[in-house]
């Protein structure tokens, strides 16, 4: 592939310049055909279903470098303090979860069930802590021992939301003793949550007599 071919594009404006930060990328692009040869927006790129929506919002463009630089620190800078933002409603304490806290990855081992945490370096680095790491896997083929698929579904104990990760972002199955208590605690709940709704689908499944 060339290197022209390679080029990241907004427009006709060639990005030079990306920061992601939280849930936006700050992006910096240069068109020097345009009487305003210098672009600043942030982007999002969310995968919907089969296919990814991308867009960007706050474009600001200009013929004064400066002050699109300006503007793209002042991006950079709102960034920040959404994520500082996001940081105090955490309710529990961000620790990392490290390689010693976690028995070794065994792709013999089926993880169906088990929690697992995620490798610190696949995620952001503002988001490398138990809150974002820790996972119930709940299926997916990449579950199962001596696999070829690679796709884990797993619920974000601390969100409570659905992910999905690859079995290749799995640190390993975390050590009972290094599991903090409200993980245990909502680990619980959502295994308790899952038989009930089980226990429901039965029961609607079962013929009247």
């Known amino acids: 592939m060339s290197a022209e071919a390679e080029k990241r594009m907004a427009g006709n404006y060639e ?8 849930d936006r990328e700050v992006v910096f692009g240069i068109d020097p055909a ?48 959404k994520v500082r933002e996001e940081w105090a409603k955490v309710a529990v304490p961000r620790i990392r979860i490290t390689e010693e806290m976690c028995f070794s990855q065994d792709y013999g081992q ?15 680095p503002e988001y490398r802590s138990a809150d974002h790491q820790l996972v119930l896997v ?7 021992a001596n696999s070829y698929g690679t796709t884990c579904f797993c619920v974000n104990l601390y969100t409570g939301e659905s992910v999905r990760w690859g079995r290749y972002d799995v640190l390993g199955e975390i050590k009972p003793d ?10 619980e709940a959502i295994r308790q949550k899952a038989e009930k709704e089980k226990a429901q689908n039965r029961s609607r499944s079962e013929p009247e007599r």
Request: aromatic share 14%; hydrophobic share 40%; net charge negative.
């Open 34 to 81: 345009s009487d305003k040869p210098y672009f600043c927006a942030l982007y999002q790129k969310i995968f919907e279903i089969i296919q990814f929506r991308e867009w960007y919002e706050k474009c600001f463009a200009s013929d004064n470098f400066v002050e699109v630089a300006e503007q793209f620190a002042a991006y950079v800078q709102e960034q920040c303090q």
């Open 138 to 144: 709940d299926g997916g083929s990449g579950t199962v």
């Open 178 to 187: 290094c599991l903090p208590d409200w993980a245990k605690e909502r680990a």
């Open 15 to 22: 990005i030079t310049q990306a920061l992601r930060i939280g």
């Open 110 to 124: 089926d993880l169906t069930g088990k929690i697992v945490a995620i490798k610190p370096d696949v995620l952001r």
